[in-house]
């Protein structure tokens, strides 16, 4: 039976029907001997057909189901190359979030509103994926207010990779006290008495925010994990995302906190291709974890739905550089290439490829200097796939060393909501350059795009496509000129087939030609066509992810398959969901209009302000307008 009922395809009984058409499209195919189409047809998870209406209609069987796009824009599945999608989602559920909120009123009062639902015990906590410059009143939360919205419910929030915020029952929930020392590279911010104030600062190591994130209570039951994930799953699969690197990270530890999405690719229960790197969580013990790991599991082990691909995205603590950019420069460990040498060794003997995470150009000048060392001895790259994170000061120097050593990139819009931060530091002339993406490909490197979500920038990739277009911040700074910004289809190939390759997978992902896996995403808006600011306003409207539709809204809601209901029942994405959309920046009388309620209810709150301080009279009776009576 077809999915929606259309006129010149007449079903047939067939041995080898297609399970699914998508038909009456604009197709951008990602494949540059076919770059257009209208229609395509899918079986076995497989793309068999790719060209128009005439071209699919002899494989559409009685049991095929049929999509009509109506035209819309039809574009091969996002693929994020640097996302904590295993941490983010065991972790959904738990988590009020700001992504795409306008206002910090807004803000406090789904906080306001989400802590009288929190039974006791139990945390509110806003993690990443918003910045102070995206709200109208750019600036962060006061522990005041978070005092005042959640008296008695422990309350954290985290502001990028620079700070977080407590509330009184949150600093009793984590134990800080007058005695409690300052961790090394963190700071507790104290009153005149000596007192916690309820602001922890990052200076630079964000290790002091995480570890406080991680006194916090956690799902604690096996469904709990998975239905988180799959919700997580299902909110990637909302904005066209049918692939992602996991880039591991601090408090991942495997095997144990992989064990869910495992669980859920036996079960053939993953919305999204995941392929996972290994991240050693103890100083002074990762040549030996690392050792342990390869005697475990290979590169590439797994499936087309979860496979291991390398290590990172730290192999060594020591080398690690951080990213709070209103903290100077942080100095590495003098000679730790000694102990790192020993890492990237050790992988390179085993056939392991890794990624690294590299802020500064400092430091990759350092990595690569035990990288050319190794291969003068013809260990390196010894075959492996490898490649930087971030890198958003590299040097066209160090690019050029990259090259030669054949490496990769893979950057992300951390700059989107940090980047006024940058500018402070390092002036606009910097900032252009940050990173240097045009010099990048300028090379023939390989650059995957990703967010590095969801404790820095928002999961939502059209939000990290608009900075690669445009430039600007979500606080609306433009920060890169032209000469540093690329076009959208290219930005595209940087979500797509940059990603695949990233895991050797550019033969089969990425692109929408027969042979390819059949992952696609219908869009919103036309990506090639809408007016740029509101590229970070599209979504996807019906989502497939190995022929299976896996998210489906407006005329293809309920397409999808269902899932269990969000658990516990007090979650903050039972009653808000994710993302909050906005309305799109190019209809001007829905923005005035929007940008009038805003004025108007701070004009009401300043009125109040006034009246607490008698500096005007609270009085409920009608004003007079004197127009009335003449």
Known sequence: ?????????????????????????????????????????????????????????????????????????????????????????????????????????QGLAMLREQAARTPKGQWVRVVGGWSAEQFAERRLPTVAELNAAAPDTPVFVLHLYQSAVLNRAALKAAGFT????????????????????????????????????????????????????????????????????DAAGGFQNFPDNYATVIELAKAGQLSLRIAYHLFPQTPGQEIDDLARWIDMVRPEDGDAWLRLNGAGENLTWSAADFENFTQPRPELTAGYEAEFEKAVRLLMENGWGFRLHATYDETIRRDLAVFEKLATEGLFPAGSRWLFDHAETVSTESLDRIAALGGAMSVQNRLSFQGEAFVRRYGPGAAADAPPIRAMLDRGLTVGAGTDATRVSTYNPWVALHWLVSGRTVGDLALRPLANRVDRQTALAMFT??????????????????????????????????????????????????????????????????????????????????????????????????????????????????????????????????????
């Not at 540059?32 to 002899?58: F, H, M, S």
Request: aromatic residues 6%; glycine residues 10%; hydrophobic residues 40%.
């Open 178 to 245: 007058r005695d409690t020392p300052d961790p090394k590279g963190g700071q507790i911010v104290r009153g005149r008495d000596g007192e916690p104030t309820g602001m922890l600062l990052a200076a630079p190591s964000a290790l002091i925010l995480y570890s406080t994130l991680a006194k916090a209570p956690v799902l604690q039951s096996d469904e709990d994990k998975k239905t988180s994930t799959r919700h997580f799953l299902r909110e990637l699969n909302r904005f066209g995302l049918t692939s992602a690197i």
């Open 1 to 105: 039976m077809s999915t929606m009922p259309v006129g010149g395809l007449v079903p047939r009984a067939m041995d080898e029907a297609a399970d699914l058409v998508v038909r009456n499209a604009k197709i951008h195919t990602g494949d540059p001997a076919r770059p257009q189409a209208e229609a395509l047809a899918i079986c076995d998870g497989v793309i068999t057909v790719v060209g128009d209406d005439k071209d699919v209609a002899p494989h559409v069987g009685t049991g095929t189901k049929v999509v009509d796009s109506l035209g819309r824009r039809v574009i091969p599945g996002l693929n994020d190359s640097h996302l904590h999608v295993i941490r983010g989602g065991l972790n959904y559920v738990l988590e009020l979030r700001w992504d795409g909120v306008r206002s910090l009123r």
């Open 497 to 630: 087939r940059a990603g695949a390759a990233l895991t050797g997978e550019d033969k089969v992902k990425g692109v929408l030609q027969p042979g390819c896996y059949a992952d696609l995403a219908v869009l919103s808006d036309d990506y090639f066509t809408v007016p740029e600011p509101d590229i970070a306003h599209i979504e996807s409207l019906l989502t497939v992810t190995g022929g299976r539709i896996v998210y489906g809204a407006a005329e293809y809601e309920g397409l999808d398959e269902e899932l269990p209901p969000v658990s516990p029942a007090w979650s903050p994405v039972a009653h808000f969901g994710g993302y909050q959309a906005s309305q799109r920046s190019s209809l001007v009388g829905a923005r005035q209009a929007e940008l009038l309620g805003q004025a108007v209810a701070e004009s009401k709150q300043h009125r109040q302000w006034r009246i607490a301080r008698g500096l005007a009279v609270d009085s409920a009776s009608t004003p007079i307008d004197p127009c009335f009576y003449l």
